[in-house]
């Protein structure tokens, strides 16, 4: 027997392939709701961090490339796959004068757990209210969405990813960042 659950899941997953087949959704829309705009100043934030450092704002990396990545809860399976990818390339992140920060709805205690788990050396911020998500488009009513930004060294948004695939999006964030460092450089010339 189908539960109630399964049947509005369902019926959730087909009007959403609807409107993607239809193309009636805007491209600055996603699943977590409006994205915000590339090539503007991306929004900032500031969030506890399981780090020890307090909190961490995303004004503290100005001059750095960083990468923010939204995913939905620690010790799951797709998540961690993709925390440990972005461990994994982290001496390749600073390499490029990159930093990596995850955003998820966790609190601080269990990021402090996971990355202790995982070897994270990266931060893992605690959005337990969602506002952060929300600016970023990345809120699902009680956790954050798996999507990701490129913020440049000037604060500015360069790139957005939806719909991420946790076994090779750190080699697709890596090779756009290369695409973006590049473009960056050769236009300053």
Not at 35 to 57: H, K, M, Q, V, Y
Request: aromatic share 10%.
């Amino acid at each position: 027997m189908t539960s109630r659950r399964t049947l509005l899941g369902a019926l959730f997953a087909y009007v959403l392939a609807i409107l993607a087949v239809f193309n009636l959704v805007p491209a600055a829309h996603a699943l977590g709701g409006k994205l915000p705009e590339l090539n503007r100043p991306a929004p900032e934030f500031t969030l506890p961090t399981n780090t020890g450092d307090g909190a961490i704002s995303l004004a503290d990396y100005r001059g750095k490339w960083v990468v923010v990545y939204f995913y939905p809860k620690d010790f799951t399976s797709g998540c961690t796959l993709e925390a440990r990818r972005f461990q994994q390339d982290l001496p390749k992140y600073s390499a490029k004068n990159t930093e990596i920060l995850g955003v998820s709805a966790d609190s601080v205690d269990s990021h402090a757990e996971f990355c202790d788990s995982e070897g994270l050396k990266f931060p893992l911020l605690a959005d337990a209210d969602g506002s952060v998500s929300k600016a970023y488009g990345s809120w699902l009513g009680f956790l954050s969405a798996r999507h990701t930004f490129i913020v440049d060294p000037q604060g500015v948004l360069r790139e957005r990813f939806t719909g991420v695939n946790p076994v090779v999006h750190s080699s697709e964030v890596l090779a756009r960042l290369n695409e973006l460092q590049a473009t960056t450089v050769s236009s300053a010339t």
